[in-house]
């Protein structure tokens, strides 16, 4: 495997998704959990072997460090497929160390992420509210006349099942 300039970050990068990083779990460290994780084809979901850890802790969001910067320049030279199969990787680790929280890490992260969007909606001007509210409104309009009908009576089946309440079909 040639580990040269910018396939040597990627291949870090992919090492770095599976480096052991310990968290609390009463008084032990959490367990590891071992699953087969895809990396290049969504075809065969479960084909190559890997262990997921949980998420790590965010660092400071408003200033990028050297090693960031590196990644962002190797990201910026990869190819597409190799950004798809990244994504994936970063996807799949990410749901499986949501699955494996514990019900406590599951609050703190919720309570966490709503901080930070509270954070961000404070920060907004009105004309990028007003904006952002637009583009909301083209996209639902967009994917609801794309949608089949047999779409149309799952969606609104699931949002009668979800709210409890009589909603007319079309």
Not at 136 to 145: D, L, N, S, T
């Amino acid at each position: 495997m040639d580990l040269t300039s910018s396939s040597n970050l990627t291949w870090g990068r992919f090492l770095n998704r599976f480096r052991s990083i310990p968290q609390p779990h009463s008084g032990l460290l959490q367990p590891k959990v071992v699953l087969h994780v895809p990396v290049l084809s969504l075809g065969n979901a479960l084909s190559s072997f890997a262990t997921v850890m949980p998420m790590r802790k965010r660092g400071s969001l408003g200033r990028k460090t050297v090693k960031s910067k590196a990644v962002e320049h190797t990201r910026a030279a990869e190819a597409p497929d190799e950004k798809r199969a990244g994504l994936q990787a970063d996807q799949v680790c990410h749901n499986l160390a949501k699955a494996a929280e514990t019900p406590e890490q599951y609050q703190v992260r919720l309570q966490s992420q709503q901080v930070r969007q509270n954070a961000s909606g404070a920060a907004k001007t009105p004309e990028q509210r007003q904006s952002r509210l637009q583009e909301g409104q083209i996209h639902h309009r967009v994917a609801r006349a794309a949608e089949t009908p047999i779409q149309h009576v799952a969606r609104f089946l699931s949002l009668i099942k979800h709210r409890n309440v009589a909603i007319p079909l079309k």
